[in-house]
């Protein structure tokens, strides 16, 4: 999505560039003395790559394992080619990258059940075995350690004439002309709904199935492109080498991968590409020119470890910062201080509520939430104890009580991120008790957090399209080839969105430039832009200055209008003015329930806030 | 086909491979657990300990020196490392933690293989532990019997670091939320230093004792990181008891599964750690928090 932002401004550029590239590769760089097999090794890490970074620098899972599904897709071709008497070389290889693909969807059933660091071990102990198995149960197939030699290379029958695609330059044609595919079908995909949720996924995977995506599917997605891409580059370096080797498979395999990604540029396509022509350039100018021999590896370790530290997005990276940077030295700078010098509170917004998405079934006519002797218990803490609470369509009701009452825990429950101890939810007559999070989300009942869960490095717009696209598409697509501006109705939903939450004239502005009050409006903007029929809203005002607060509780008013919501905020005046009814909780218990001005009188909730006053002046 | 001593002894393998990765595993874990970086340099780190331990060894002749000085060397070099560069890394995504480590677990095994060439060295046993006993029958190197206690003596001295002394209290609660221990007015970055030191010491002990019974290369590292990810997904991750429990079911899998096919060891521990993964997501101790 960084780079899409760049390049979507002409269509195709990208690919006609690629194109033009690829096809004057053999017309020059003969002439600089590079190996032709050289080349061809670049192109087949460059597409081993695309997949890993799609994987990687989209998703941001970053696996150890990809040398089980290069090794994968490249024997299931080889073995076909050799041992099998297939004749069809094409053929194999896409035989090869669909059986990857299929290994791939499994083992991610398994790695995926975990995150962040446990994903990088289990892929690495996954990559291993396959190794093992290479070597031994599977050796009669595989060849074990010696491979599998005599890989034929392809030939093309066109009628009138037949392609013979030997080796060296002959066989660059093939090999750039599948690379080309490879980077076609992956722009598409990082341009499409799949590509930006993906995106969302990296920046925050709570927040992405909150909004109602199903993160696991899309993770998997992800996961399967990334094996498919492997597995026809696997069976494409035994085409290329006429042999298939078996340390295909081996941990430094998956290794080079990452490390030639990270050089080239994470999430930009190219990166791995651009990686890999460095890391090979490297090698020989290191290994022959200077004679280092071995040592060149040592070199290569050291200067990953200082691009690492010094340049996190790679050599692509750094040239479109070093771009951004003398573009916005060269364009006026009277542009960014206009957009910053615009207060966005100014405008005067009377904005029309947005219909509720979900329409709610003419017969069911009782409360739009019905909770029932909701608890929850941690271990031996009480968080909430049998709470029954009901909230009429269209209502909007206020949770006040004091710290540690159990109000966040209740509303994790409402939005099924916490499952209940015992009790039961039903909302418009549904029981959602024991859903997930992002099933709720879809059935229109979703929160804004107390603590900011944004896409942080995505623009106020990006965000909210993540949220709208949950909204418009259901809760898992594979509509990976369409363009994400083509997803009917976004642009106005995204619009109205914008507008609700007073955010219009910094939609492009990225999440990290925004000030507080205005992260605070996008989180609510988030939730809403989901269109759910019941919103929740944890401490909206949390936070914001005096001035700050008065607008918000203006902006909730004009989104109250036509939906039902429930806030929980510690501010009393305010929620005294936007609520109709008042809920008081206290140590996890439901303590009174009334209008502002029962609330207010109250003598039970002035206990529970000020300690017991009334008992104090009887003294 | 199924011969019973041959049976004991393998099972006696497994204790020492286990025991010794339980060892290494502790200070990947407590490393992780603490700092929040899953260190991928340490298996260079459990290759590095046994080259230091090998210099130290050609330069003296005693094993003893040798264990003290690779002990030492890591403690040091761990926290250097941790000073140098790690520190810079907390506040990064995962991502970048796994991919410095990374470049620098390179950076290690390439600088030995320098030096020392990927030719294997070799560090004998002390004298006092060569040759074989027979055990009830069947027949053991003596230093493997040793190697047990030796690695044994390692793991008793990291849990007294860890439950009885004031740090390993800091540590341990640093593991449930190092956020909070920090706001006590504790300087969780020094304990941060420590505790790599700490754990990169602990691989380096574990690399020059196992160095009589396996010879030194630059690449065994990679090897053992991969089987430590396994003990750590077992066990559950930030876990002290779970690596302990969780290295020496590894071992034990490796040693028996060894003795009938060896072919299929991997696969076993693979299989395994599915297992655990499938029923205990989090692993056999592992807890709710950091993941």
């Given at each position: 999505?960084?780079?899409?932002?760049?390049?979507?401004?002409?269509?195709?550029?990208i690919?006609?560039?690629?194109?033009?590239?690829?096809?004057?590769?053999?017309?020059?760089?003969?002439?600089?003395?590079?190996?032709?097999?050289?080349?061809?090794?670049?192109?087949?890490?460059?597409?081993?790559?695309i997949?890993?970074?799609i994987?990687?620098?989209?998703?941001?899972?970053?696996?150890?394992?990809?040398?089980?599904?290069?090794?994968?897709?490249?024997?299931?071709?080889?073995?076909?080619?050799?041992?099998a008497?297939?004749?069809?070389?094409?053929?194999?290889?896409?035989?090869?990258?669909?059986?990857?693909?299929?290994?791939?969807?499994?083992?991610g059933?398994?790695?995926?059940?975990?995150?962040?660091?446990?994903?990088?071990?289990?892929?690495?102990?996954?990559?291993?075995?396959?190794?093992f198995?290479?070597?031994?149960?599977?050796?009669?197939?595989?060849g074990?350690?010696?491979?599998?030699?005599?890989?034929?290379?392809?030939?093309?029958?066109?009628?009138?004439?037949?392609?013979?695609?030997?080796?060296?330059?002959?066989?660059?044609?093939f090999?750039?002309?599948i690379?080309?595919?490879?980077?076609?079908?992956?722009?598409?995909?990082?341009?499409?709904?799949?590509?930006?949720?993906?995106?969302?996924?990296?920046?925050?995977?709570?927040?992405?199935?909150?909004?109602?995506?199903?993160?696991?599917?899309?993770?998997?997605?992800?996961?399967?492109?990334?094996?498919?891409y492997?597995?026809?580059?696997?069976?494409?370096?035994?085409?290329?080498?006429?042999?298939?080797p078996?340390?295909?498979?081996?941990?430094?395999?998956?290794?080079?991968?990452?490390?030639?990604?990270?050089?080239?540029g994470?999430?930009?396509?190219?990166?791995?590409?651009?990686?890999?022509?460095?890391w090979?350039?490297?090698?020989?100018?290191?290994?022959?020119?200077?004679?280092?021999?071995?040592?060149?590896?040592?070199?290569?370790?050291?200067?990953?470890?200082?691009?690492?530290?010094?340049?996190?997005?790679?050599?692509?990276?750094?040239?479109?910062?070093?771009?951004?940077?003398v573009?916005?030295?060269?364009?006026?700078?009277?542009?960014?201080?206009?957009?910053?010098?615009?207060?966005?509170a100014?405008?005067?917004?009377?904005?029309?509520?947005?219909?509720?998405?979900?329409?709610?079934?003419?017969?069911?006519?009782?409360?739009?939430?019905?909770?029932?002797?909701?608890?929850?218990?941690?271990?031996?803490?009480?968080?909430?104890?049998?709470?029954?609470?009901?909230?009429?369509?269209?209502?909007?009701?206020?949770?006040?009580?004091?710290?540690?009452?159990?109000?966040?825990?209740?509303?994790?429950?409402l939005?099924?991120?916490?499952?209940?101890?015992?009790?039961?939810i039903?909302?418009?007559?549904?029981?959602?008790?024991g859903?997930?999070?992002?099933?709720?989300?879809?059935?229109?009942?979703?929160?804004?957090y107390?603590?900011?869960?944004?896409?942080?490095?995505?623009?106020?717009?990006?965000?909210?399209?993540?949220?709208?696209?949950?909204?418009?598409?259901?809760?898992?697509?594979?509509?990976?080839?369409?363009?994400?501006?083509?997803?009917?109705?976004?642009?106005?939903?995204?619009?109205?969105?914008?507008?609700l939450?007073?955010?219009?004239?910094?939609?492009?502005?990225?999440?990290?430039?925004?000030?507080?009050?205005?992260?605070?409006?996008?989180?609510?903007?988030?939730?809403l832009?989901?269109?759910?029929?019941?919103l929740?809203?944890?401490?909206?005002?949390?936070?914001?200055?005096?001035?700050?607060?008065?607008?918000?509780?203006?902006?909730?008013?004009?989104?109250?209008?036509?939906?039902?919501?429930?806030?929980?905020?510690?501010?009393?005046?305010?929620?005294?003015e936007?609520?109709?009814?008042?809920?008081?909780?206290?140590?996890?218990?439901?303590?009174?329930?009334?209008?502002?001005?029962?609330?207010?009188?109250?003598?039970k909730?002035?206990?529970?806030?000020?300690?017991?006053?009334?008992e104090?002046?009887?003294? | 086909?199924?011969n019973?001593?041959?049976?004991?002894?393998?099972?006696?393998?497994?204790?020492?491979?286990?025991?010794?990765?339980?060892?290494?595993?502790?200070?990947?874990?407590?490393?992780?657990?603490?700092?929040?970086?899953?260190?991928?340099?340490?298996?260079?780190?459990?290759?590095?300990?046994?080259?230091?331990?090998?210099?130290?060894?050609?330069?003296?002749?005693?094993?003893?020196?040798?264990?003290?000085?690779?002990?030492?060397?890591?403690?040091?070099?761990?926290?250097?490392?941790?000073?140098?560069?790690?520190?810079?890394?907390?506040?990064?995504?995962?991502?970048?933690?796994l991919?410095?480590?990374f470049?620098?677990?390179i950076?290690?095994?390439?600088?030995?293989?320098?030096?020392?060439?990927?030719?294997?060295?070799?560090v004998?046993?002390?004298?006092?532990?060569?040759?074989?006993?027979?055990?009830?029958?069947?027949?053991?190197?003596?230093?493997?019997?040793?190697?047990i206690?030796?690695?044994?003596?390692?793991?008793?001295?990291?849990?007294?670091?860890?439950?009885?002394?004031?740090?390993?209290?800091?540590?341990?609660?640093?593991?449930?939320?190092?956020?909070?221990?920090?706001?006590?007015?504790?300087?969780?970055?020094?304990v941060?230093?420590?505790?790599?030191?700490?754990?990169?010491?602990?691989?380096?002990?574990a690399?020059?004792?196992?160095?009589?019974?396996v010879?030194?290369?630059?690449?065994?590292?990679?090897?053992?990181l991969v089987?430590?990810?396994?003990?750590?997904?077992?066990?559950?991750?930030?876990?002290?008891?779970?690596?302990?429990?969780?290295?020496?079911i590894?071992?034990?899998?490796?040693?028996?599964?060894?003795?009938?096919?060896p072919?299929?060891?991997?696969?076993?521990?693979?299989?395994?750690?599915?297992?655990?993964?499938?029923?205990?997501?989090?692993?056999?101790?592992?807890?709710?928090?950091?993941?």
């Amino acid at each position: 999505m960084k780079t899409g932002n760049i390049f979507m401004k002409r269509r195709y550029l990208i690919e006609m560039l690629t194109a033009i590239c690829l096809i004057a590769v053999p017309f020059v760089l003969p002439h600089i003395d590079a190996a032709p097999n050289t080349v061809n090794r670049i192109l087949v890490w460059g597409l081993f790559g695309i997949g890993f970074d799609i994987l990687f620098g989209y998703t941001g899972l970053l696996s150890f394992g990809q040398s089980a599904f290069y090794g994968t897709g490249g024997f299931v071709a080889a073995y076909l080619l050799t041992q099998a008497g297939f004749p069809y070389v094409i053929l194999a290889l896409i035989i090869g990258m669909v059986t990857a693909a299929f290994v791939g969807y499994l083992i991610g059933l398994l790695a995926l059940r975990s995150t962040g660091i446990y994903f990088a071990m289990i892929t690495v102990a996954i990559a291993e075995i396959f190794f093992f198995v290479e070597f031994n149960p599977l050796a009669a197939w595989t060849g074990g350690e010696n491979g599998l030699p005599g890989v034929p290379t392809p030939t093309i029958y066109l009628g009138f004439t037949t392609i013979h695609f030997t080796g060296g330059w002959s066989l660059y044609p093939f090999l750039a002309f599948i690379y080309f595919i490879g980077i076609v079908l992956a722009l598409r995909i990082v341009r499409s709904p799949v590509g930006a949720i993906l995106t969302a996924i990296r920046e925050n995977p709570l927040r992405a199935a909150a909004v109602g995506h199903n993160v696991q599917g899309y993770k998997l997605t992800a996961f399967v492109i990334a094996a498919a891409y492997a597995g026809i580059a696997g069976g494409l370096l035994g085409v290329m080498q006429a042999f298939m080797p078996p340390d295909a498979f081996m941990f430094d395999t998956s290794g080079q991968l990452v490390m030639q990604t990270a050089i080239g540029g994470r999430a930009t396509l190219f990166g791995p590409l651009v990686g890999a022509g460095v890391w090979l350039f490297l090698q020989d100018f290191l290994q022959s020119t200077l004679g280092l021999g071995a040592t060149w590896k040592l070199v290569l370790g050291v200067v990953f470890v200082l691009l690492v530290a010094f340049l996190r997005d790679g050599i692509i990276g750094g040239i479109r910062d070093l771009y951004g940077f003398v573009w916005s030295r060269f364009s006026s700078p009277a542009k960014t201080s206009e957009a910053v010098a615009e207060n966005p509170a100014a405008t005067n917004h009377e904005a029309i509520p947005m219909r509720p998405h979900h329409i709610v079934p003419t017969d069911f006519a009782g409360p739009i939430l019905q909770v029932t002797g909701l608890t929850k218990h941690y271990g031996g803490v009480l968080a909430n104890t049998d709470i029954d609470f009901s909230v009429n369509q269209g209502e909007l009701r206020g949770i006040i009580g004091p710290n540690g009452a159990g109000k966040s825990t209740f509303f994790k429950m409402l939005t099924c991120e916490v499952q209940p101890s015992s009790g039961k939810i039903m909302f418009e007559g549904r029981d959602i008790t024991g859903l997930g999070v992002t099933d709720v989300c879809q059935l229109g009942l979703t929160k804004s957090y107390q603590v900011n869960q944004l896409f942080n490095s995505l623009t106020v717009r990006q965000n909210l399209i993540i949220s709208a696209l949950a909204e418009l598409r259901g809760k898992f697509r594979l509509d990976m080839l369409s363009s994400l501006s083509k997803v009917p109705g976004m642009d106005e939903h995204v619009e109205h969105t914008l507008e609700l939450v007073n955010l219009t004239g910094r939609a492009d502005t990225p999440v990290s430039e925004l000030a507080y009050g205005e992260k605070r409006r996008l989180e609510v903007g988030l939730a809403l832009a989901s269109s759910p029929s019941l919103l929740l809203l944890d401490e909206p005002l949390a936070g914001m200055s005096p001035q700050e607060r008065v607008e918000t509780v203006k902006l909730l008013k004009s989104i109250s209008r036509g939906r039902t919501m429930i806030i929980i905020d510690h501010d009393m005046d305010a929620l005294f003015e936007l609520a109709e009814r008042i809920t008081v909780l206290q140590e996890g218990r439901v303590l009174v329930e009334g209008t502002p001005d029962e609330i207010k009188g109250n003598a039970k909730v002035q206990e529970a806030y000020l300690g017991g006053v009334p008992e104090e002046s009887k003294l | 086909m199924l011969n019973w001593t041959n049976f004991l002894s393998q099972l006696f393998n497994g204790l020492v491979l286990g025991a010794l990765l339980a060892l290494i595993s502790s200070g990947l874990t407590i490393i992780y657990g603490t700092l929040g970086v899953l260190n991928l340099a340490h298996g260079a780190m459990f290759m590095l300990g046994g080259y230091a331990g090998y210099v130290a060894f050609q330069a003296t002749g005693s094993f003893l020196v040798a264990v003290i000085a690779a002990t030492l060397f890591m403690l040091v070099f761990g926290v250097l490392l941790e000073r140098l560069i790690i520190r810079y890394f907390y506040d990064r995504p995962d991502e970048d933690q796994l991919l410095v480590t990374f470049g620098l677990s390179i950076c290690i095994v390439e600088t030995i293989r320098y030096f020392f060439s990927s030719m294997t060295k070799m560090v004998p046993p002390p004298s006092i532990f060569s040759g074989i006993t027979s055990f009830g029958g069947v027949m053991f190197p003596t230093y493997r019997l040793a190697l047990i206690g030796i690695v044994a003596v390692g793991l008793l001295a990291l849990y007294l670091i860890l439950y009885r002394t004031r740090l390993g209290l800091i540590v341990r609660a640093g593991i449930e939320d190092a956020v909070m221990v920090d706001s006590l007015g504790i300087n969780v970055y020094r304990v941060f230093m420590v505790v790599f030191g700490i754990g990169a010491m602990a691989a380096g002990f574990a690399g020059i004792v196992n160095a009589p019974v396996v010879s030194l290369t630059p690449g065994m590292g990679e090897t053992i990181l991969v089987q430590t990810f396994v003990v750590v997904v077992i066990g559950g991750v930030g876990s002290f008891p779970g690596a302990v429990l969780g290295g020496l079911i590894a071992g034990e899998i490796i040693s028996i599964t060894s003795m009938i096919n060896p072919a299929y060891s991997y696969i076993m521990l693979f299989a395994a750690m599915t297992l655990v993964l499938v029923l205990r997501p989090r692993g056999l101790f592992g807890k709710k928090g950091r993941e």
